[in-house]
């Protein structure tokens, strides 16, 4: 069965420093992985997809992550936070549906 | 070119009521998935819809139903209401032709506060 797992439910960090969001996830087959975002009282925003072309995946924002099957591993980076990043971040892997995370809520000091 | 609206926006209903909810997805997509966001979790599938029928479930009970319609828009609905089943619901399209079948395009939600 699949599953992810989000270490760390809130993330502080200060503007201009490096985001690091940590996702594992277990999966039975090789799997499709996503980092969504989620700004308050909106839907989620696909922010990045690994689908087993490259392993250094980049998304909108500025946001990459690295696929690592031996660490079983999807962490979210980015270089420079910027306040606008301030938001629910989650991961998620894809069988035939999408199976989420408990999410991390990234603050962002001035 | 709209994407996936859901409505109403926010709802309020009493528990052991019933309520629908609505979502047409984004043009060109034939498939719509509902989740529900439970506060401070992660979306939760419910079930997925193409093709005019449901073809997966997820853990929830009988009381959430659905449906799709020929132009491919979709309703939820919920049956006899608990305090639990407040959430945000979430409704998400895709295309099972387009090669990315696993992009899922949401809509903003619906907030349904049962008290």
């Known amino acids: 069965a699949q599953s992810v797992t989000q270490l760390g439910s809130h993330v502080s960090v200060s503007e201009g420093a490096l985001v690091l969001l940590r996702c594992n996830y277990s999966?039975?087959?090789?799997?499709?992985l996503f980092w969504y975002v989620q700004y308050p009282n909106q839907g989620l925003q696909l922010l990045l997809k690994y689908t087993s072309a490259a392993t250094l995946v980049k998304g909108i924002n500025g946001f990459e992550a690295e696929f690592k099957k031996s660490e079983t591993s999807f962490h979210l980076t980015k270089p420079s936070a910027h306040m606008s990043d301030a938001a629910e971040y989650f991961c998620a892997v894809y069988p035939y549906k999408l199976i989420f995370g408990s999410g991390t809520r990234l603050l962002v000091r001035p | 070119d709209a994407g996936v609206t859901q409505s109403p926006t926010h709802l309020i209903k009493t528990r052991g009521q019933q309520v629908t909810l609505r979502c047409s997805p984004k043009?060109?997509?034939?498939?719509v998935s509902w989740y529900q966001q439970a506060l401070g979790q992660g979306p939760q599938f419910i079930f997925q819809?193409?093709?005019?029928?449901?073809?997966q479930r997820g853990n929830f009970p009988d009381r959430f139903s659905g449906h799709q319609f020929p132009n491919y828009s979709s309703e939820l609905n919920v049956n006899a209401l608990l305090l639990g089943d407040s959430a945000l619901y979430l409704c998400?399209?895709?295309?099972?032709?387009?090669?990315?079948?696993?992009?899922?395009?949401f809509g903003p939600g619906t907030r349904l506060t049962v008290t």
């Open positions: 998400a399209s895709s295309n099972r032709w387009s090669g990315v079948s696993y992009e899922q395009y």
């Open positions: 043009s060109g997509h034939d498939t």
């Open positions: 999966s039975s087959v090789p799997p499709y």
């Open positions: 819809y193409y093709e005019e029928e449901e073809r």
